[in-house]
């Protein structure tokens, strides 16, 4: 759980400034400390509190996490060789497989039931969420 940076910190900043205006109805976001930081800079100034759920957090690379691929193919060359096959049931040892992960995302889907199709609604994940078919 990496913290926000200070240049994170700003970024949200801008993010909430450039969205005072909307009327955001409601505020999910990861559970993860900085998307978590970014939804509540962003959530204060409409006056919402921030919803934080698990399944939107990343997904886990498990004893890869924070490895760059270079690293990956020196420490786990087999596993490096899978990965490029992008295979969604890959698990990362340790981790979850894209498959859990697309499951797991699915599983916060439900939340977003109770509000109007007209309603804006901010949730502030990680980049992996984008991917969610």
């Known amino acids: 759980d990496v913290a926000l940076s200070d240049a994170g910190i700003q ?13 955001i109805k409601a505020v999910y976001s990861s559970s993860l400390s900085r998307a978590r930081l970014t939804a ?8 919402l509190t ?12 498990g004893y890869l996490e924070g490895l760059t691929f270079t690293e990956i193919s020196k420490k786990y ?14 698990r990362f040892p340790g981790g979850e497989s894209f498959g859990e ?20 609604v901010l949730i502030v994940a990680h980049g992996g969420t984008r991917w969610h078919r």
């Open 11 to 23: 970024q949200a900043e801008k993010i909430r400034d450039r969205l005072k205006d909307e009327k």
């Open 40 to 47: 509540d800079i962003i959530a204060a100034a409409h006056g």
């Open 50 to 61: 921030v919803t934080a759920d698990p399944c939107l957090n990343e997904c886990n690379f």
């Open 77 to 90: 060359p087999d596993l490096a060789e899978v990965l490029l096959g992008f295979d969604i049931d890959t």
């Open 101 to 120: 992960f697309d499951m797991r995302l699915q599983q916060f889907l439900p939340s977003l039931e109770s509000h109007k199709t007209r309603d804006t």
